[in-house]
T-cell receptor, first 112, second 112 residues
Framework: QQQVKQSPQSLIVQKGGISIINCAYE??????FPWYQQFPGKGPALLIA?????SEKKEGRFTISFNKSAKQFSLHIMDSQPGDSATYFC???????????FGAGTRLFVKA | EAGVAQSPRYKIIEKRQSVAFWCNPI?????LYWYQQILGQGPKLLIQ????????DSQLPKDRFSAERLKGVDSTLKIQPAKLEDSAVYLC??????????FGPGTRLTVT
C-alpha cells in the first residue's frame, strides 16, 4: 500500500513563529507534491506545489523544502498568523494527478 | 471564474438506502476527481475521469459505488446500498492546466 506519512498530527505555534509540517512518501515514481489548506466546512485549497527537480520553492510566507534522496518534503509557514489556523494536507501523485495520495493532515493552531 | 459546484451540501439517509451526489467542475477542466474524506482523515481518491472516460477507479468500491461523467462535464457519484461506514464528506475536484486541483465544498453524508 503506497502511503504518504504526515507529521505532526497537531501543532500549536505563537503568532509570528514558524510552522513546520513534514511528509514522507514511498513511491519514487511520484513527481508532483502539493500542499493543501482546509478550513472547517470547506474543501481543500491548493497552497503551493513542487516537482522533484527542485529542492525548494517559495511563495510568499509558504516554502516547500524537498529532499528526493530521503523521500521527504516539508511545508514551512513563516510569520504564522491566527488566520493560518487550519488543517494542512500534503499529497503526492504521478503526473497529472494520477494516483493522488493525501497525508492524514496536521491541525495547526496559531496563538495570538 | 466560478468554482467547483457540488450538491447537495448535506444528506442524511438510512443504511441500505441509495444516494447520489452531483458535481459541476470549473469550465474547461477535462479532468475530474471524486474523493471520500472521513472525519479526521485526508481525502481518499475514489475515481478519476479524463473527459468522459475513467482513468483510475482502483479504489472505488464497485459493489456499491458507481460514478459517471456523461458528456465530459458534470459528474454524479452514487452509493447503493449505503453502509454506516460510508458516512463521510464526498469531495469533487477538477484539474487545471498545471495539474493543480480545485476542490468543491463537498457533500457531507450521514448514514444512520
Amino acid at each position: 500500500q503506497q502511503q504518504v506519512k504526515q507529521s505532526p498530527q497537531s501543532l500549536i505555534v505563537q503568532k509570528g513563529g514558524i510552522s513546520i509540517i513534514n511528509c514522507a512518501y514511498e513511491n519514487t515514481a511520484f513527481d508532483y507534491f502539493p500542499w493543501y489548506q482546509q478550513f472547517p466546512g470547506k474543501g481543500p485549497a491548493l497552497l503551493i506545489a513542487i516537482r522533484p527537480d527542485v529542492s525548494e520553492k517559495k511563495e510568499g510566507r509558504f516554502t516547500i523544502s524537498f529532499n528526493k534522496s530521503a523521500k521527504q518534503f516539508s511545508l514551512h509557514i513563516m510569520d504564522s498568523q491566527p488566520g493560518d489556523s487550519a488543517t494542512y494536507f500534503c499529497a503526492a501523485s504521478l503526473t497529472g494527478g494520477f494516483k493522488t495520495i493525501f497525508g492524514a493532515g496536521t491541525r495547526l493552531f496559531v496563538k495570538a | 471564474e466560478a468554482g467547483v459546484a457540488q450538491s447537495p451540501r448535506y444528506k442524511i439517509i438510512e443504511k441500505r438506502q441509495s444516494v447520489a451526489f452531483w458535481c459541476n467542475p470549473i469550465s474547461g477542466h477535462a479532468t475530474l476527481y471524486w474523493y471520500q474524506q472521513i472525519l479526521g482523515q485526508g481525502p481518499k481518491l475514489l475515481i478519476q475521469f479524463q473527459n468522459n472516460g475513467v482513468v483510475d477507479d482502483s479504489q472505488l468500491p464497485k459493489d456499491r459505488f458507481s460514478a459517471e461523467r456523461l458528456k465530459g462535464v458534470d459528474s454524479t457519484l452514487k452509493i447503493q446500498p449505503a453502509k454506516l461506514e460510508d458516512s463521510a464528506v464526498y469531495l469533487c475536484a477538477s484539474e487545471g492546466l498545471r495539474y493543480e486541483q480545485y476542490f468543491g465544498p463537498g457533500t457531507r453524508l450521514t448514514v444512520t
